[in-house]
Structure formats: structure tokens, C-alpha cells
């Protein structure tokens, strides 16, 4: 993937760049969701030290630990993402830092053993964006690191839910934070969602029943770094941050709805637990 490939997520799966890194000369089209740590999620603030604790950044072991992705903890050797984040990835470079929320330094850092992306995932149309990588070891659960419960039950349009991540922080997708971001953002209906959003991508990015969908004012949302990431809702996990026309330039944010892929996450981590 190139890197104008990367950054043209103009429709964007937030994390497109790592496979393009991942490659040497190989990111990706439209788009998915780093940096002087005084930035924004765009138009989000420093998170709390600990505040969450289900966070990890997904790295890439042979490019410096760079940050691409994000993803959440939701058992002891399970981490729930977005399969696009994935895309030419190799698991011998993978790795996933929890316990901190600087990108650069603390936490814990662990190999990953196995990635399985959802088996009816494409990305065009982008659908079935979710994935789980297993840790090589389980993971030590402490203040800084803990599971997050995957909801049942969806949040209501207009409800508040916490977007967090280490993607770019400004519009013009320049500035990358190594401090972890977030931002309450306002859950709106796939109605106003298809409504607000650019019809001429509605083949490539469409608006289904597995999505949740959440949009602010210009200025604050998701960008390329977030994807993979968790919508938390009353600290459950409801979407991860799938894709978006970067960024916060005042149209949606999409996510993909893990209230319906909780039988998936089930029955794919009893299958694989070692």
C-alpha cells in the first residue's frame, strides 16, 4: 500500500497505514482510522492515567513499535479490533502495549499468537469489520489493565459514549499524539447516519443493521490510528471504530456494532483458547 493510498481516507478505514508500513512500499484506500503528545482524538483531550484500562495500541514489532491501530481487551488472552486493521499484517510483527497511555513508554507489551479476522469480512463493501488477536501468554489484569464486558444491548441515539485513541488529533491529519485521546461523542440513529453521510460511497461503506454510527460538530471524531479501537457505553464495549470521511469534518463515524457479533466473539475464543 501506498502511502497516498494511506492517507486518502477521505473514506478511511482509521488504520490503513500499518500495512503499508508492514510492507516496506506496501497503505490503503478509503480510509481508516501519531506526534508531539499535545494533541487531540480530534477535538479530545488527554485521557486520565488509568481511566481506561481495556485500551491497547497495536504495534508493528519490526518498524520501532509504531503505533497503527487501536483495540480492547476483553479477556485474558483475547483483544477485540477491527479486521481491517489487519490487512497484510504478518503475526511474527505483532505486538499489543497495554497498562499505559503513552504509546512510547510503560505498560506491557505482548507477542500475539494468532489473529482471526470474522470469516465474511470484506473491505468493499467494508463489512464484518471485527477481528480477535490471542496473546502468546495471558495477560496480568491490574488498576491499569482490565477487561471490558462487549454490550448485549445498543446505546439509544442520543446517548454519550467515550471514543478513545492515539490517532491524528488535527483535521489535516498531521499531528499524532503518544498520549492517549478521548472524547464523549452523541450515538445517532443508521437513519441520520445514511442521511449525513456522502452517498456516492454508499457501495464501499454502507450503513447496515451491524453498525453504530455517532457524530459531534465539526471538529471531533475519529481519525486515521483510531480504528480497531472501542465505543464504550456505561463501560461496555459497543462498537469499535471502523471507518469515517476524515476527519471530523462534521459527517459520521462509523462503527461496527459488537452487540452483533457477541455469539461470533464467544464461540470463536472458546474454539482458539490454547
Known amino acids: 500500500m501506498s502511502l497516498r493510498n494511506y492517507f486518502l481516507l477521505g473514506f478511511v478505514l482509521c488504520g490503513a497505514l500499518a500495512a ?14 501519531q506526534g508531539d503528545g499535545a494533541g487531540r482524538v480530534v477535538g479530545g483531550t488527554n485521557a486520565p492515567d488509568g481511566a481506561l484500562p481495556y485500551q491497547v495500541s497495536l ?29 497484510d499484517i504478518s503475526v511474527k510483527n505483532l505486538r499489543v502495549l497495554a497498562g499505559t497511555n503513552n504509546n512510547k513508554s510503560g505498560g506491557t507489551r505482548y507477542i500475539i499468537d494468532k489473529i482471526i479476522k470474522h470469516e465474511k469480512y470484506t473491505d468493499r463493501p467494508n463489512v464484518n469489520d471485527i477481528a480477535l488477536l490471542r496473546t502468546n501468554e495471558k495477560i496480568k489484569f491490574t488498576e491499569k489493565v482490565k477487561a471490558i464486558e462487549v454490550a448485549t444491548e445498543d446505546p439509544k441515539p442520543g446517548d454519550k459514549c467515550k471514543l478513545s485513541g492515539w490517532g491524528f488529533t488535527t483535521q489535516n491529519q498531521r499531528n499524532s499524539p503518544y498520549k492517549l485521546q478521548w472524547l464523549d461523542v452523541k450515538i445517532i440513529s ?14 464501499s461503506f454502507p450503513v447496515t443493521e451491524n453498525h453504530i454510527c455517532t457524530l459531534n ?15 464504550a457505553c456505561n463501560n461496555k464495549s459497543v462498537g469499535i471504530v471502523s471507518w469515517n470521511n476524515p476527519c471530523a469534518r462534521g459527517q459520521p463515524d462509523a462503527y461496527t456494532r459488537t452487540s452483533k457479533y457477541t455469539t461470533w466473539i464467544k464461540d470463536t475464543m472458546e474454539a482458539n483458547n490454547p
Request: charged share 30%.
Open 59 to 87: 504495534q508493528l514489532a519490526n518498524h520501532n513499535n509504531f503505533h497503527f491501530c487501536g483495540g480492547a481487551v476483553i479477556a485474558d488472552r483475547w483483544i477485540l479490533t477491527a479486521a481491517h486493521c489487519l490487512k
Open 20 to 33: 503499508e508500513i508492514s510492507k516496506s512500499d506496501d497503505p490503503q484506500e478509503p480510509q481508516e482510522d
Open 217 to 231: 460538530k465539526n471538529g471531533e471524531g475519529t481519525c486515521q490510528g483510531d480504528s480497531g479501537g472501542s465505543l
Open 190 to 203: 443508521n437513519k441520520d447516519c445514511k442521511t449525513n453521510f456522502i452517498r456516492r460511497f454508499e457501495k
